[in-house]
């Protein structure tokens, strides 16, 4: 069985399991989002930001290279939740909202979604904006992370799991998307969770 279908079969299990209560399906779906996220290992193998003009929605850059942004926005998209099309909007009726660092006077749908200080933005308004603190227990399956690196670089990854001692993270921090117990290797800027419906 591949981890598609595992990942899409799961999500039909859940869906149909209404009666479950918001903990359970948060886990669940969170569990599922990290499948998803673990679907680029070995696919995306490379690191590669320059700015690409790409479809909307559902657009995205080849598979086999992308930024840490990226490993979310694929992740989502497996799993029915385009955050290209949700940010893109989101910007378009909220552009005070988010931040002006790279000088644009309007959204881009090319390149919003790419960007972590705007997908941070945007799980903070629809998701829910969780402590940062450095007790490996605070981070569930599926919570999503943001850090600035030394190099003052901001990164995004999604919590997979681990022991206390070696939470690890699904991410690419610059030769494809990998797992690795990193969650405390970098400095710690923000802490969500967003779980949707489709």
């Known amino acids: 069985m591949t981890n598609v279908f595992r990942v899409l079969s799961a ?3 859940a869906s149909l399991l209404g009666s479950a209560s918001p903990a359970h399906a948060d ?9 998803a ?16 003009r790409i479809a909307y929605p559902g657009g995205d850059v080849a598979p086999e290279r992308g930024v840490c942004t990226d490993v979310l926005v694929r992740a989502y998209r497996l799993l029915g939740i385009d955050l ?3 940010v893109h909007e989101d910007m378009q009726r ?10 644009l006077a309007r959204p881009d749908s090319n390149i ?8 941070a933005t945007f799980f903070a308004r629809h998701g829910t904006k969780l402590p940062v603190t450095d007790d490996a227990r605070d981070y569930a399956v599926g ?11 901001p990164h995004i990854g999604l919590v997979s799991g681990g022991s206390v001692a070696r939470r690890r993270v699904v991410h690419n921090i610059g030769a494809g998307t990998r797992e690795e117990p990193v969650l405390f290797d970098y400095t710690i800027t923000g802490h969500y969770r967003y779980a949707p419906a489709r």
């Open 11 to 13: 999500y039909l299990f």
């Open 27 to 35: 886990a669940a779906f969170g569990e599922r989002l990290v499948d």
């Open 37 to 52: 996220a673990r679907e680029q290992i070995g696919v995306t193998v490379g690191y590669d930001g320059r700015y690409e």
């Open 84 to 86: 290209q099309q949700r």
């Open 94 to 103: 909220a552009w005070s909202a988010y931040p002006k660092t790279w000088g």
């Open 112 to 119: 919003d979604h790419r960007r972590v200080p705007n997908l």
């Open 143 to 153: 919570d999503i992370v943001t850090w600035r690196l030394a190099s003052g670089v």
